[in-house]
């Protein structure tokens, strides 16, 4: 049983534009959620993180938009450059818990 | 370094050997987690530590797998009498530990079961 949901393996978006990519999860005990970036060959990079009483983090070109309701996440970059193209993570942990449950990861490839 | 530090990168070994897996954490952080990710799949939990605490070992796949922390930093993996579905890329991962802290992971260590 999936409790953390990316259900598009790949997306490619052209340089300057907008990527979204998207997370979906079924514990509504959840109330913490993360973005890693991976390249081939290192550990995931720590992006950017949203608690479940807010709705909307920004950092810089990422942000990231909760939809409790539809227990839904996803993360935005604006522009996305070619530096970006990486496999990306959603992660989500419980109330008082540190374990965190990853997704399978979406490979993003922006091209030039 | 700053970073979380594992060795070795790599591991081949034969089935049915054992192995051990060495993480040493970002300095200070309390909190120290290994995951493991089997090719195509997402990061599973494996074991936690924080501080002095009983380690949290529910993400253990079986008893063959164990995993210590001494002196509060420096952590093993060991997985005896390894089998082909032990191929994975291990990657352990260390935060302050309280409360929303992101976790940070090191390279990890790919290991190869023949």
């Known amino acids: 049983d999936q409790q953390v949901k990316q259900n598009s393996p790949s997306l490619s978006v052209q340089e300057g534009r907008i990527s979204i990519l998207n997370c979906d999860y079924t514990?509504?005990?959840?109330?913490?959620f993360l973005w890693y970036k991976k390249y081939p060959a290192e550990g995931p990079t720590f992006l950017i993180s949203i608690s479940s009483i807010k709705d909307k983090n920004e950092d810089g070109r990422f942000t990231v938009f909760l939809n409790k309701s539809a227990k839904h996440l996803s993360l935005h970059i604006v522009p996305s450059q070619p530096g970006d193209s990486a496999v990306y993570f959603c992660a989500a942990a419980r109330a008082g818990s540190e374990k965190l449950v990853f997704g399978k990861g979406t490979k993003l490839t922006v091209n030039p | 370094g700053a970073g979380v530090s594992q060795s070795p990168s790599n591991k081949v070994t034969e089935k049915g050997k054992d192995v051990e897996l060495r993480c040493d954490p970002i300095s200070g952080h309390t909190a120290l987690y290994w995951y493991r990710q089997s090719l195509g799949q997402g990061l599973e939990f494996l074991i936690y530590f924080q501080g002095n605490s009983a380690p949290d070992k529910s993400g253990l796949p079986s008893d063959r797998f164990s995993a210590e922390r001494t002196g509060g930093s420096v952590s093993t993996l060991t997985i005896q009498r390894t089998q082909q579905e032990d191929s994975a890329v291990y990657l352990c991962?260390?935060?302050w530990g309280q409360g929303n802290q992101p976790q940070h992971f090191g390279d990890g260590t790919r290991l190869s079961i023949l």
């Open positions: 514990n509504s005990m959840f109330d913490y």
């Open positions: 991962a260390s935060s």
